[in-house]
């Protein structure tokens, strides 16, 4: 999967989409598109307030704040339900993903939380079938029911 495929998937196909795998290809594409997109908007919002810094209440920089507010609010529920399939992809139920943000939360255990959120994702999915669903990597391996 590649830099567009895996945008489009996270951002039209699987938007809210709690259920299935992600591949790591997946995952880590949309990661840096999502890293691209934030240093581009607060590159934007930066160039704006240093070439308007006039102290005005609503500046055009005021503005790129909003704008980047605004996007990280739209990729916010993707983002999630990307790392729950991802969490799914190596067969751990997405409630421990939700265990670890809210673990995250208290100081020096959320750098631990974060290391193990990342250690998850560098890991390579399960081989075949899980209980989540079809390996995303090559769907067409079934599992055997009755062997």
Request: charged letters at 10%.
């Amino acid at each position: 999967m590649g830099f567009t495929e895996a945008v489009r998937t996270v951002l039209k196909q699987k938007y809210a989409t709690f259920s299935g795998r992600a591949s790591r290809s997946e995952y880590w594409w949309f990661m840096l598109f999502y890293v691209l997109m934030l240093f581009g908007l607060a590159f934007f919002a930066g160039v704006l307030a240093f070439a308007t810094s006039s102290g005005g209440v609503a500046s055009p920089a005021s503005y790129a704040v909003v704008i980047c507010g605004l996007f990280i609010l739209a990729i916010f529920l993707p983002l999630i339900s990307l790392h729950v399939r991802r969490f799914h992809d190596r067969n751990i139920s997405g409630w421990w993903y939700l265990a670890l943000v809210i673990l995250g939360f208290i100081p020096y255990v959320g750098l631990v939380t974060g290391l193990a959120i990342f250690v998850i994702s560098v890991l390579p999915g399960t081989e075949g079938p899980n209980k989540f669903g079809a390996d995303p990597l090559r769907p067409e391996i079934r599992a055997e029911v009755f062997a």
